[in-house]
């Protein structure tokens, strides 16, 4: 078996378009069956022209609730990406850290965001 | 029933307000007869017909028959060339200066369907105006997450509607899409108990970080995007869902309550085409840092 995994998420999704959550989960069940398994990845973007966060947080961001952030860091490596698209996919991973670190953080950022309201509305 | 609707409609708070009052008339009709009467209308902002699209959609599911009469020449043309008017019995017309993006309903499992919309009817076309490599991804994306968002979030069984217009001489393109679905503010209250108003609740959903999203996948960050690339862009997005009305322009933010709700989400952007920002980033990230 080799040691080093190469998925494409062009010939998954089968479009430069990775667009859709649910073409975001397909690449994360394949990443799932690989970490799963302690074996590391390398994730190509090769030809995608366009990414959303939709996509992203379903095919990478859904790790986190999964994996340890060491594990991901030690297992997963990219290619071929373009320098914004790794700026939102810094954003889709810093997002999940939150998202998963924290179960109190939601209630936290309401407040912050609403101020009194917020706390009147959640009473 | 006869409804007519006033001189003009923009996409503007006036204009969405005119169409929520249509809406609130003739909601409740079942098996009736509705006509919609344009003899008063002058002008008619093509990426409005999502909005109104959506809403005769709504009403024909109630098993209603829809009639638009007395459509003046020149809104008549504008919205045939678009194909609005083909869902109601007039034929599409040629677009000769190819500036209409055509009016279109999507379910949504049609993601695909929808991506080979864009790519056809806005990406490739060589009628766009001279939009920059970079402001094209940037504004491709920003479609894509407004779609995402009403496939995620909208739980829409009627459909998802987009229409737009190019304007090459104001170097603008508007680009809208409606669903008709459970809106943000009912969406807010399912997920986290929050009762807010509709204009509070959009205001919440457009802040960073800020998610109705719920079990393992994390989300929470479409809507800051497109409100970030529109700032940088000067351009314009708008959010009307339930009764609540939204706009950011350049950096200002005007929320209102509308006096009668949209029985959905409508997201409407104004891009400005001549923007020439390359949208390369300043920052330095590597790969190898990420995760």
């Given amino acids: 078996m080799p040691e080093n995994l190469e998925l494409s998420i062009y010939e998954i999704v089968g479009s430069p378009l990775a667009v859709a959550s649910n073409d975001g989960q397909k690449v994360f069940d394949r990443l799932q069956t690989a970490l799963n398994e302690k074996r590391s990845v390398t994730l190509s973007f090769h030809n995608i022209t366009t990414l959303t966060s939709a996509f992203l947080n379903a095919a990478i961001g859904q790790l986190y609730g999964l994996f340890s952030e060491a594990q991901i860091r030690d297992s997963l490596n990219l290619q071929d990406i373009e320098p914004d698209d790794l700026e939102l996919l810094k954003r889709v991973v810093d997002t999940a850290k939150l998202y998963f670190r924290d179960p109190q953080r939601f209630k936290q950022v309401l407040r912050e965001t609403l101020g009194d309201e917020g706390d009147a509305t959640q009473s | 029933m006869k409804y007519s609707l006033p001189s003009t409609i923009r996409h503007n708070q006036s204009g969405f307000a005119t169409l929520m009052r249509f809406y609130a008339q003739t909601k409740a009709a079942l098996l009736d007869d509705i006509e919609v009467d344009f003899k008063a209308v002058t002008w008619f902002d093509a990426d409005m017909c999502a909005v109104l699209g959506a809403m005769l959609y709504g009403l024909g599911k109630r098993v209603n028959t829809i009639r638009l009469t007395h459509i003046q020449q020149n809104v008549e043309a504008v919205l045939s060339k678009n194909g609005f008017l083909s869902n109601y019995g007039r034929e599409k017309i040629p677009d000769t200066w190819g500036t209409t993006i055509p009016y279109q309903r999507f379910e949504v499992k049609d993601d695909r369907y929808f991506a080979a919309y864009i790519e056809s009817e806005i990406m490739q076309r060589s009628e766009l105006p001279g939009m920059s490599p970079g402001l094209k991804k940037k504004f491709r994306e920003s479609i894509f997450e407004i779609f995402s968002n009403a496939v995620l979030h909208s739980r829409t069984e009627l459909g998802i509607f987009s229409c737009g217009q190019f304007f090459p001489a104001k170097h603008r393109l508007d680009f809208m899409v409606a669903d008709l679905g459970i809106g943000i503010r009912q969406n807010v209250k399912d997920n986290t108990g929050l009762d807010l108003t509709a204009e509070k609740a959009i205001e919440w959903a457009t802040e960073g970080h800020n998610t109705t999203k719920r079990g393992p996948i994390p989300g929470g960050l479409g809507l800051k995007l497109l409100g970030e690339f529109i700032e940088l862009n000067r ?30 989400t409508v997201v409407s952007l104004e891009i400005n085409t001549a923007d020439t920002r390359s949208y390369a980033l300043s920052s330095e990230l590597s790969a190898e840092n990420i995760f």
Avoid: M, T
């Fill in chain 2, 235 to 264: 351009g314009q997005i708008q959010i009307v869902s339930d009764a609540g009305y939204w706009c950011r322009n350049d950096a200002k933010i005007s929320i209102y309550q509308l006096e009668h709700a949209f029985p959905g």
